[in-house]
């Protein structure tokens, strides 16, 4: 149903305004905004663990209890994890019919401070693993849920919750009635930046509130190649490499020992030209004047753990001038099974094309590889910093109103990403000038976080019993 509606409400290049916003009034006709409140688990919902092995089966087997001992920590941690199993359950949910470009992980600690080329401090949505084209209300249910988890993590009541949810629902959508009263390049134009964070939080954030951000801000900038260095690698026979903290941080020259270095070496470097060749021609020249020095394979994340992720060392004028590049496999989108297959061959640019289209601004080594791996397969990964001005909440040490603070600005900042390549005249027709859509997530945001605390419980009870590994296994 939910594609043909999408087929149906296609319109012509350079349809008016009036014609856009009447896609987006029929388009609430189909589907009512007080419809997306639904959330009723279906007779036949695949089994959430069968999910989340069928993942495992393509990663790092060594490597899997640690993902599913993360997500057994609490249901946040799982929340984190278990994108693919809230697509398999958007996606039978009810759906405007308009699309936009997803996220497809839009949980709140996927929006965080980050550093633009202009060496500016950002607040922008951060992981782009999983998107691909979609109903754009999907990202603003993964965001909304992530908050009522959150907050039912922190001992908020009912009200509460609920306050910030609406909050957040009802920033997403008056940001998308502003971009559909603007012109296309302002909405190309629109950012968060240090000085609008500083004043948004003047006016929303108790003086506790604003320390916490201050000191947020700080940090951030400190989070960079060269802090990286001073806390990732050591000096070997006078030179500096990556130093081993197994099974989080290996060497790869310890994961194959059976490899001559110097050959191992040459096979990265030639990885790493080939990558060069997806940036543009300024920043190649950049990434030229960089030399390989040390290669690590890294686990990052909970819902990532296991896929293969890899950081490298690179030295330019001299040893205080280090560059820390990771390059994270990228393999089909959690999204694809429900919403189409991507249109690009490699999903390493799958992943940087979403990344750059929703983002202000972005990383300016991010790229794109395919690599041949030692078992004969071949992989995806895209490339970007591992550390540049890098940071990220804490939802633990919220108050309601911080909380609601933060979730303003994620609904702000997903609508912009959304308006930049869906039709935010037609979705701020839909959303209206009404509560209607605001108050209907928050009740599918605690509908849906009764489930994720259903599925939490299943894992541990499945490590209990011995189904499924995990690093630490829960107590009973």
């Keep these: 149903m939910a594609r043909n509606a999408t087929t149906a409400m296609r319109l012509a290049p350079h349809a008016t305004p009036e014609e856009r916003a009447a896609v987006g009034k029929e388009a609430r006709r189909r589907s009512p905004r007080s419809g997306h409140a639904e959330y009723r688990p279906s007779p036949d919902r695949p089994d959430p663990l069968s999910i989340l092995e069928a993942q495992s089966a393509a990663r790092v087997p060594e490597l899997v209890p640690i993902r599913y001992g993360r997500m057994t920590e609490s249901p946040f941690r799982f929340y984190r994890g278990a994108a693919a199993i809230m697509a398999s359950d958007l996606a039978g949910s009810p759906r405007s019919g308009l699309t936009a470009q997803l996220c497809g992980d839009a949980h709140m600690l996927n929006f965080r401070l980050l550093a633009s080329p202009e060496r500016q401090l950002m607040f922008d949505i951060n992981d782009f693993d999983e998107t691909l084209p979609g109903p754009w209300e999907w990202d603003v249910k993964r965001l909304s849920a992530s908050l009522a988890i959150a907050g039912r993590a922190n001992g908020f009541d009912d009200t509460e919750r609920a306050r910030i949810v609406t909050s957040t629902v009802r920033s ?19 950012k968060i930046g240090a000085d609008l964070l500083e004043s948004l939080a003047a006016g929303g954030l108790h003086k506790r509130g604003r320390r916490k951000l201050a000191r947020a801000m700080a940090k951030a900038r400190a989070r960079d190649s060269l802090q990286a260095f001073d806390r990732l690698t050591e000096t070997v026979d006078g030179r500096p490499r990556i130093a081993a903290d197994p099974p989080l941080l290996v060497p790869a020259a310890d994961l194959m020992p059976d490899v001559d270095r110097d050959a191992l070496e040459r096979q990265f470097r030639g990885l790493m030209k080939r990558y060069g060749r997806t940036l543009t021609a300024d920043r190649r020249t950049v990434l030229r004047d960089y030399r390989l020095t040390d290669v690590a394979r890294k686990v990052v994340g909970v819902g990532s753990v296991g896929t293969r992720c890899w950081i490298f060392l690179l030295l330019g004028r001299d040893e205080k001038d280090p560059l820390f590049l990771q390059a994270k496999e990228a393999d089909t989108s959690v999204l694809a099974a429900h919403v189409g297959a991507s249109r690009y061959r490699n999903h390493g640019e799958r992943v940087v094309s979403g990344q750059r289209l929703m983002q202000a601004t972005s990383d300016i080594f991010l790229g794109w590889e395919r690599v041949d791996g030692i078992d004969g397969r071949q992989r995806d990964f895209y490339v970007r910093q591992l550390r540049d001005w890098k940071g990220i909440a804490m939802p633990e040490t919220m108050r309601p109103k911080d909380m609601a603070a933060f979730g303003e600005l994620c609904g702000f900042t997903l609508a912009r990403a959304h308006a930049r390549s869906g039709d935010r005249i037609a979705i701020a027709a839909y959303l209206g000038g009404g509560a209607s ?40």
């Design 172 to 190: 997403y959508r008056e940001a998308m009635v502003r971009f559909a009263r603007t012109g296309n390049l302002d909405v190309w134009y629109a």
């Design 437 to 476: 859509f605001d108050h209907a997530l928050a009740v599918f945001a605690e509908a849906y976080a009764d489930q994720n605390e259903r599925d939490h419980q299943a894992l541990i009870d499945a490590v209990r019993a011995g189904r499924l590994p995990a690093e630490e296994p829960p107590s009973a």
